[in-house]
């Protein structure tokens, strides 16, 4: 007994690593540059064989980041990465270009770039700070 549970706990480590080799607890933060109107800066973390979704959005007077806590299951190839969450995600893995389409067509383009934990965190609070200090400099102008 003792033998088939360590197998399978064996097999189920090769088998979820295999999936995320060489992307796993990895960030990409990508601008984009082929948009119909947002044109803020999104996240997506790799982790556990899954892509965790990040993005700004403004609430009242204070910029904040809305993360998917559920995440989405991924598949890789040598040259891309894929997942659908209503889009469909194609991130080039060279290029690092990602293309979000929808029933085929493409919607929007971004250039990313790659970080590792602790400066995914850094750079994403940097980017943050930067949107809402822009934005309070339009709020000194009003008087109310």
Not at 4 to 16: A, E, P, Q, Y
Not at 90 to 106: A, C, D, F, H, V
């Amino acid at each position: 007994m003792k033998h088939i549970l360590s197998t399978i706990t064996v097999f189920f480590i090769l088998l979820t690593s295999s999936v995320s080799w060489g992307v796993e607890k990895k960030g990409l933060i990508c601008q984009c540059t082929l948009c119909l109107s947002d044109k803020l800066q999104r996240g997506f973390w790799f982790e556990g064989g899954k892509v965790y979704k990040r993005f700004f959005q403004q609430v009242n007077d204070n910029f904040v980041t809305v993360s998917d806590d559920k995440g989405k299951l991924f598949s890789t190839s040598s040259e891309q990465i894929e997942w659908w969450d209503y889009f469909d995600y194609r991130i080039n893995r060279q290029s690092l270009t990602l293309k979000t389409l929808l029933g085929g067509e493409l919607e929007t383009q971004s250039n990313c770039d790659v970080f590792n934990e602790v400066e995914f965190e850094k750079t994403w609070k940097t980017i943050k700070d930067q949107h809402q200090n822009s934005y309070n400099k339009k709020l000194k102008k009003n008087k109310i």
